[in-house]
């Protein structure tokens, strides 16, 4: 199967559905959980796939150019921008369209919680990111170790640890207050991405990853583990961006930061 044959089955068309859905539950006047629309949908969703094509595109030219993994020739268009084929870059931005309005449906039918965000919870925002520094260091010394079964494994969460300790410095208690909505939408879309990755990978050979810099752990016999772990990262990523920008607890978090910073200086 050719990347965009991929991407129209497996990401358009289910973003087709959702937006339908989304459209459809707009003219019924569902609405969001009243905590959770500090933002616009839209300003939200289009905020990440800008991020996600600024910060992914270096990372996965770098895999790409040093054969980490590589795509066939015959199974693309042909228009590559650096190493990588456009195909690549039109999926940084659909998936955050697909995990944007995929929460957004959830977000629309959960009872979510409405009061103040615990301050017990705090402590959640030094813990877990110090728990990411330890794996990040972890992933630095495999490479400089030139372990290179763990290259693929090592590169992603090198990659993918900064922001997600970014998220969870400033906002894991408010995340956890959104718990539900939170694992309801992380968990689906990692399982949906996989399954259809390695359909890619294991029936079709859209692309491929080298055996040599991976783990060569295939899951279900066809998916390599370092892709479920880039999916799960990267659906991390975008859940708990989307649910930070929407909460109001974030922005009154941000608008104390910034009181709190106009005090010092003056």
Avoid: C
Avoid at 69 to 79: Q, T
């Amino acid at each position: 199967m050719t990347y965009f044959g991929f991407l129209l089955r497996f990401v358009v068309v289910p973003i087709a559905v959702l937006l339908g859905v989304a459209l459809w539950d707009r003219r019924q006047g569902r609405r969001r959980a009243a905590s959770l629309r500090s933002w616009p949908v839209w300003a939200a969703i289009g905020l990440h796939m800008v991020v996600a094509l600024l910060y992914t595109t270096p990372w996965d030219n770098y895999l790409v150019a040093t054969r980490v993994w590589w795509y066939d020739p015959a199974l693309v268009s042909g228009i590559v921008i650096g190493w990588v084929p456009v195909e690549e870059y039109t999926f940084f931005l659909l998936q955050p369209v697909l995990t944007g309005l995929w929460i957004v449906f959830l977000a629309r039918r959960l009872a979510l919680p409405a009061g103040p965000v615990p301050s017990s919870q705090r402590f959640m925002r030094v813990w877990l990111p110090a728990i990411l520094g330890i794996v990040w260091l972890a992933a630095i010394a495999a490479l400089l170790a030139g372990l290179e079964p763990a290259t693929y494994l090592s590169l992603t969460l090198l990659w993918a640890m900064p922001p997600i300790a970014l998220q969870l410095a400033f906002g894991a208690d408010i995340l956890w207050h959104y718990r539900r909505l939170v694992l309801l939408a992380l968990v689906p879309a990692t399982l949906y991405l996989s399954a259809t990755d390695a359909l890619a990978i294991g029936r079709w050979g859209t692309w491929t990853i080298d055996p040599a810099q991976s783990l060569h752990v295939l899951l279900g016999g066809m998916l390599p583990v370092e892709e479920f772990v880039f999916f799960l990262l990267t659906s991390t990523l975008l859940t708990l961006g989307i649910v930070l920008v929407w909460a109001e607890p974030s922005h009154r978090r941000l608008a104390e930061t910034k009181s709190i910073q106009l005090k010092a200086k003056s």
